[in-house]
């Protein structure tokens, strides 16, 4: 490659970054919402740290009293799971600025929908800003913020005006004195001074290859479903859960006949929550044909699998962790697949034919999809389900497969789980193309 042609290069590679960097992606990041104060700034625990992160800035379609909203938002949304979309610096990685990291939403668990989602369930109508509000941090209270947090964003932002004026002033003096007397084929300075910068984004990107992004997983699974036919030793048959019937097992008392016809009346067909243990590699273990639970949470009795026995005067022994069993955080890579998409066959089960060669998936599969939110009505399930075969069999799908750090599939109860997936045509994500069929259901 001749200088000059690498020049051009380097020019393009540094326009490249400035622009991905400008678009200000997002990434998905597992935490817990703690609170939220009147400004909108949630105090959350994020990698096991106290954290801020800044609510995406609203602009709202009518007059809203600020004190009722704020009110309504405390009293629904309390302590919980949830998982916020970061703005990253292009990397994956989230940044923070001023002290705060920045959301463009957060899906909260409990309530099962995002922020935004709730303020539209309550009735408020606004659209979302387009990019992150990195600035806003100066149209905040001081009230909000502790005197502590104020002296950190005081202190960021000095930092930062005085290294962007020493920046300016360098690049203006050499552009000056120095650029117009460079040869054609030497870098100018400004292009030079990001060589290291441009040089560090290469090699992060060299480590994450194109088709590939991480998340991390957590060595615990929840599963809704209904309670099968509970057994003495622990096992439990014909589990309704996510669209299959599976057999369970969980450990049970150290004392014969402890499982009364009453105790089996109560949690008949009850919807459960439950969690089942993953190995290492992120599968969910599986002892012979069942799979191994750590806990149930019966939704309706509002307790846990100890809770219920300590109800009826039993104690079961603790769940045992093995070598083999996940104990921390599993990190599962995300791998592009293109396919053609061939039916949905459940509302989280579908049919794929893939068209492009991989070690991950055969030519024909039944993968499993996130189902719709909200889901249609119950009597509709049937008509739901045709509709959208109709309407998209046999287009092309850009499907995000899930990778376990041992290099195989991840898979839910025995199938292969599919993080996102696209329609090339019209790059229509997967849950805006059943929103849309649900819709056009109800007009």
């Known amino acids: 490659m001749t200088k000059f042609k690498y020049l051009l290069f380097l020019i393009y590679l540094v326009l490249f970054t400035t622009s991905v960097y400008a678009m200000a992606p997002t990434v998905q990041v597992e935490g817990h919402w703690e609170s939220v104060n009147p400004f909108f700034i949630v105090q959350a625990t994020i990698d096991g740290k106290s954290e801020r992160v800044r609510l995406p800035k609203l602009t709202f379609k009518t007059e809203v009293d600020s004190d009722e909203l704020y009110q309504k938002i405390c009293e629904n949304i309390t302590s919980q799971d949830a998982v916020f979309n970061l703005y990253h610096n292009g990397l994956g990685i989230p940044e923070k600025k001023n002290g705060f990291y920045y959301a463009s939403d957060v899906y909260l668990k409990d309530l099962d929908l995002t922020f935004t989602g709730y303020l539209r369930r309550i009735g408020y109508k606004f659209s979302l800003p387009k990019t992150p509000n990195f600035d806003e941090v100066e149209e905040i209270d001081v009230n909000a913020l502790t005197a502590k947090d104020i002296e950190k964003v005081k202190e960021a932002k000095k930092v930062e005006k005085e290294a962007q004026k020493k920046a300016n002033q360098i690049a203006a003096l050499r552009s000056a004195t120095v650029l117009d007397v460079l ?261």
């Open 183 to 443: 040869p054609k084929t030497v870098l100018p300075p400004k292009i030079r001074n990001e060589q290291a910068k441009v040089a560090a984004i290469v090699a992060n990107l060299k480590k994450r290859p194109y088709k590939t992004e991480v998340i991390q997983m957590d060595p615990l699974r929840w599963a809704s479903g209904y309670m099968g036919t509970l057994k003495e030793n622990g096992e439990i048959d014909m589990v309704k859960c996510e669209s299959q019937i599976v057999d369970m097992v969980i450990r049970v008392p150290d004392k014969k006949g402890w499982l009364t016809p009453k105790m089996l009346e109560e949690i008949k067909n009850t919807p459960c929550e439950f969690v089942l243990a993953r190995y290492k590699n992120g599968l969910e273990v599986v002892e012979g044909t069942r799979y191994l639970l750590h806990d149930i949470y019966f939704t309706r009795l509002k307790l846990s699998w100890e809770e219920w026995l300590e109800k009826h005067e039993l104690k079961c022994s603790e769940y045992i962790e093995k070598p083999e069993y996940a104990s921390g955080v599993i990190p599962i890579e995300i791998h592009r697949v293109e396919g053609v998409f061939k039916s949905l066959d459940a509302l989280s089960i579908c049919q794929i034919n893939f068209t492009e060669k991989s070690k991950l998936v055969y030519p024909q599969e039944i993968m499993r999809v996130f189902s719709p939110k909200p889901r249609p009505d119950k009597k509709q399930i049937y008509k739901f389900l045709k509709s959208y075969t109709d309407a998209y069999s046999g287009k092309k799908v850009d499907v995000h497969l899930m990778v376990c750090p041992d290099g195989k599939s991840y898979t839910e109860l025995g199938q292969k789980r599919i993080k996102r997936m696209f329609f090339i045509e019209n790059s229509a994500p997967f849950d805006e193309t059943e929103q849309k069929i649900i819709s056009n259901m109800n007009n």
